[in-house]
């Protein structure tokens, strides 16, 4: 029964401390958390609620006044409660009071094994270690740790909020840096709305990208989708319906309906991938610009990925920038001119890293950009000298106009990248006959369509089928990764070489569920697995197979980046061996004339183009139109076709001597001069190698009926044969299998990796601690002197505040452990010896029998306690205000320094951080105690004398 004035705690928030019931109304009851400023509405028959009730012996306080209750009475189905002769009805009481089942449980004789106390401790411990590190939101992400793209995402997730743009080269992970950001933003509550906005082509890999890598779940919008929506009878917006959203900008310009309906949702982070596909010049905008500027205007956190290189489009690049900070970047031509200038200083700035003195110009040039600045205009006389390189190089980097809103990596400045050995397999044209001809000739029009059309295929009689079996036959020992245009592709080419190979043979389309897919991927990935995964397009988008080293180019798309993303399976950092390409083809074929253009023409088979898409839009449609031509046998194409390879291969070098003499190496010294730069290296440094987590997970795990067995190679099963409740996220297909290995579950996309940050892991502890479950104990321990008692009390500091300030970060909610004696005196240096723990489990003690000593103990020495607690606590928030102030003034003090030199700083972002600091100070010392578990721990002797 729920009645209007009754005071209940939440057992999945304790920490908003007690709450009033408002109003009851059918089958809803609404409880306001006052003191946190919160109001819930419940679910009368499924509410996570417990009646706050305090029994005699315990303090109450409310109205000024404070004592120990001496008894209970009911009045008008509210409790009233009397002692020292004072009253309290239970409406009058504070809203922070030392509200606990544990010692309830423990003075009733209702205990749990020692070992479930051991791990509730361990977890409030475990939990407060990992929400304090900068990687928390990360650790169970399928990445490797790749420095550039943890700097990359460390940087912008401490932006306030991030608004960057991703340009690394293709290849070195955008998009992972991009899910990092978006990972980090929603665990540390600074976003948690999100919406990505994608071409079409981009969807499904988006989203399994997010989902299988970040264990992030979004939901992809269409025109159904919000049909069924609204037709649901809600009239609320249905892109508020779900809080994680991609869409893509096809559905929403063939529906300016639900185009608005998306500008009107509110949303904290919005990320952009293809930007530079968004069309803008001073006199036109395109319209899917449009649409993105006028939600940046709106949404504080705005990512941006692009691939283009800046010196192929400057005003392109303007285009985004001015979609990040449209005050800061305003003026094309003033754009341009700062452009040319960032050029000049970015040769500088290689000249002082190689410790090569400056010329008369170039030490003029550092003097007009160090003008006022006396300290450094004295270096530049003695510029060699290795301490005044680095100042006047530190001094540039901060100075650099976009290096704080863009992000540059090249690969040749990463490096680790293996070398790219391409193969022919030319087949004999003369073999063909006519029929076989129109068919290639068919398939390489449908190929060549974006999306591929689709068409029938028939490859019992292809000649490219027998090179690829020789192929097979000649690498017995090797995994081979064929990629093609179509599901259809993929079924003919298996059925086919079914009936002619014994080949082991997995396929991964998107046909199949996500589920098949990861199997499949798996299988291909085991030693002795599959030889050959026959992959759709799908297969380049997002998956990682470097554990193989041969890519099979069944066909080619005429798009550059598809074909860079097919090679950028295997050809990964990381990659053991080179990688060999084997293209096979029918000489003279319209297949054969494009994988020319791409060997003779854009050496795409042994580097990678940063221009990629800029010859496509140049020579893409007479290169369509010449392979066309050439596969029908007209020989007069052939002089037109090597022109159009010289014209390509021309083009392609001065676009490499464009970028590389443009190249701005400020901005990729840049990041590593943030204050944020290494956090997530360090972090991941510091958690990756953890055995005693692991074991913790498990038992865990174990806790819940869940049983864990090796199945070798790092790989776990969980059987959930004997799972104690439903709630537990994870099993509704039955048995999982998961790793702790980080390399296993980068070769493994169907394991799970297992940190406190995965839903299955955070779920169970969430279940763990926010239940009875644990709180209340009584053991024996052997080695403590005669006649001995002892309890402890274990306290958990809590900060309420707005989850966007990421308070946890300073002070998550903190175990505090006191134990005391009978004689309360603390004992801080008591800890259960080993083999009382160890024997605690065979020990059949009959707690209720102590009742009523318990009930004696307790009371007195919980309230030394908590006393003790609160010192304590008080300590813990000292040295949190210290952190924060310590921190924030730093990040303070290196922002304006930055504003004084570097108009990319904005007052916004100064200002976030001034407020957040403010809010932070505020919120951090009005966090309070709460009594989570007790012990109860006695000599061998004491029940004895009892």
């Known amino acids: 029964m729920f009645v209007p004035g009754q005071r209940w705690i939440s057992s999945a928030e304790p920490e908003l401390g007690l709450g009033t019931v408002l109003r009851v109304e059918g089958r809803g009851v609404q409880i306001l958390f006052a003191k946190a400023g919160v109001l819930r509405p419940y679910a009368i028959d499924s509410a ?4 706050a009730e305090f029994r005699a012996g315990q303090r109450v306080a409310g109205k000024g006044i404070a004592f120990l209750v001496e008894r209970v009475e009911i009045r008008d189905e509210l409790l009233i409660y009397r002692g020292e002769g004072r009253e309290l009805e239970e409406g009058q009481l504070d809203d922070e009071q030392s509200v606990s089942q544990a010692d309830d449980r423990l003075i009733g004789g209702r205990t749990d094994p020692v070992a479930q106390f051991e791990l509730r401790l361990d977890g409030l411990r475990r939990r407060a270690a990992a929400r304090r590190s900068p990687a928390w939101g990360l650790g169970a992400a399928r990445i490797g740790l790749i420095p550039h793209q943890l700097r990359v995402a460390g940087i912008a997730a401490a932006r306030r909020p991030p608004r960057v743009l991703l340009a690394d080269e293709v290849g070195l992970g955008k998009t992972i840096e991009a899910g990092m950001i978006i990972a980090r933003q929603l665990a540390t509550g600074r976003a948690s709305r999100v919406l990505l906005l994608l071409p079409d082509t981009l969807v499904y890999q988006w989203f399994v990208e997010l989902l299988r890598r970040f264990n992030l779940s979004f939901a992809i919008y269409d025109e159904e989708r919000c049909e069924a929506l609204e037709q649901s009878g809600d009239d609320t917006n249905p892109f508020e319906d779900e809080q994680l959203v991609i869409a893509d900008f096809s559905f929403l310009e063939n529906s300016p309906k639900h185009a608005q309906q998306l500008l009107d949702a509110p949303w904290d982070l919005l990320v952009v991938d293809e930007a530079h596909h968004l069309a803008w010049s001073p006199e036109t905008v395109s319209p899917r610009y449009a649409m993105v500027e006028r939600l940046a205007n709106k ?11 800046e010196q192929l489009g400057r005003s392109g690049h303007f285009a985004r920038l001015r979609l990040l900070d449209p ?27 190689d410790g090569e003195a400056l010329n008369d110009d170039q030490r003029a040039t550092l003097a007009e950009a160090f003008r006022g600045d006396e300290t450094l205009t004295a270096q530049l006389a003695e510029s060699t000298k290795p301490a005044n390189a680095r100042e006047l190089l530190a001094a540039l980097i901060d100075r650099h106009g976009t290096g704080r809103a863009m992000f540059r990596n090249r690969r040749a400045g990463i490096g680790g990248f293996p070398k790219r050995l391409p193969e022919w397999h030319l087949i004999d044209a003369g073999k063909l006959g006519e029929g076989t001809r129109q068919s290639l000739l068919g398939e390489f029009h449908a190929d060549i369509q974006q999306p591929p059309a689709l068409i029938e295929v028939d490859y019992s009689a292809d000649p490219r089928v027998d090179a690829l079996i020789e192929l097979l036959d000649a690498h017995p020992q090797d995994k081979f990764l064929l990629i093609c245009r179509s599901q259809a592709k993929v079924l003919a080419l298996e059925e086919t070489l079914r009936t002619k190979s014994g080949v082991g043979v997995a396929r991964f389309h998107e046909g199949l569920g996500i589920v098949q897919r990861d199997r499949n991927a798996a299988y291909f990935a085991q030693p002795d697995g ?12 997002g998956r990682n197979f470097q554990f193989a080293h041969r890519l099979v180019l069944w066909d080619l798309p005429l798009d550059p980046d598809l074909l860079e993303q097919r090679i950028g399976r295997l050809d990964r950092i990381g990659q053991k061996h080179d990688i060999s390409i084997h293209i096979v083809a029918v000489a003279d074929s319209a297949q054969h004339v494009l994988a020319r253009w791409y060997d003779e023409g854009v050496d ?62 400020l901005l990729e010294l840049a990041a590593s001069r943030d204050l944020h730069a290494d956090e997530l290296q360090q972090a991941f440094s510091r958690e990756d190698n953890d055995p005693s987590r692991d074991a913790f997970v498990q038992r865990l795990l174990e806790a819940f009926g869940i049983h864990p067995e090796e199945l070798g190679g790092k790989v776990l099963l969980l059987d959930p044969q004997y799972l104690s409740t439903d709630a537990l996220p994870g099993f509704a297909e039955g048995p999982q299998s998961v790793t702790f290995d ?6 493994r996309e169907d394991l799970p990796l297992l940190r406190l940050d995965h839903p299955l892991v955070a779920g169970a502890m969430d279940l763990a601690l926010s239940g009875e479950q644990g709180n209340a104990a009584f053991m024996v321990d052997d080695v403590l002197p005669a006649r001995t008692a002892l309890l402890q009390s274990v306290y958990v500091l809590e900060c309420v505040a707005d989850r966007k300030l990421d308070a946890e970060r300073f002070l998550p909610t903190l175990p505090i452990v006191v134990t005391v004696d009978t004689r309360l005196s603390e004992r801080a240096d008591f800890t259960p010896s080993d083999a009382a723990l160890r024997k605690a489990g065979d020990r059949n003690i009959e707690v209720a029998r102590y009742r009523k000593f318990l009930g004696k103990l307790v009371p007195p020495m919980l309230e030394r306690a908590e006393k003790i607690a609160t010192e304590r606590g008080q300590g813990s928030i000292d040295e949190a205000l210290a952190l924060a102030t310590d921190m924030l003034d730093a990040e ?30 505020a919120a951090l010392p009005q966090s309070r105690l709460r009594l989570d578990a007790v012990r109860f721990v006695v000599s061998g002797d004491f029940l004895a004398l009892r």
């Open 48 to 51: 996570p609620l417990l009646r």
């Open 604 to 665: 795409a088979f042994r580097m990678s183009p940063a221009d990629g898409r800029e010859l496509l839009r140049r020579f893409g449609e007479p290169l369509a139109r010449l392979a066309d031509e050439h596969s029908r046998g007209d020989d007069n194409r052939d002089q037109e076709l090597d022109v159009l390879l010289a014209e390509t291969r021309s083009s392609h070098e001065q676009m490499a001597q464009l970028i590389s003499a443009g190249r701005d190496h």
């Open 530 to 541: 599959a030889r050959l995964l026959l992959c759709s397009e799908i297969g380049s988008e």
């Open 299 to 309: 949404i504080p956190g705005v990512v941006l990925l692009t691939a283009t290189p």
């Open 892 to 921: 303070l003090s290196r922002l304006h320094a930055l504003k004084a030199v570097n108009p990319s700083v904005s007052d916004t972002e100064i200002t976030a951080v001034t407020d957040e600091r403010s809010a932070l100070l």
């Open 327 to 353: 005050q800061r970047y305003h003026d094309l031509d003033g754009y341009l001119a700062e452009s040319d200038t960032y050029q000049t200083l970015s040769k500088i700035a290689d000249r002082l890293l």
């Open 742 to 747: 980080r390399d296993v579950a980068l070769a």
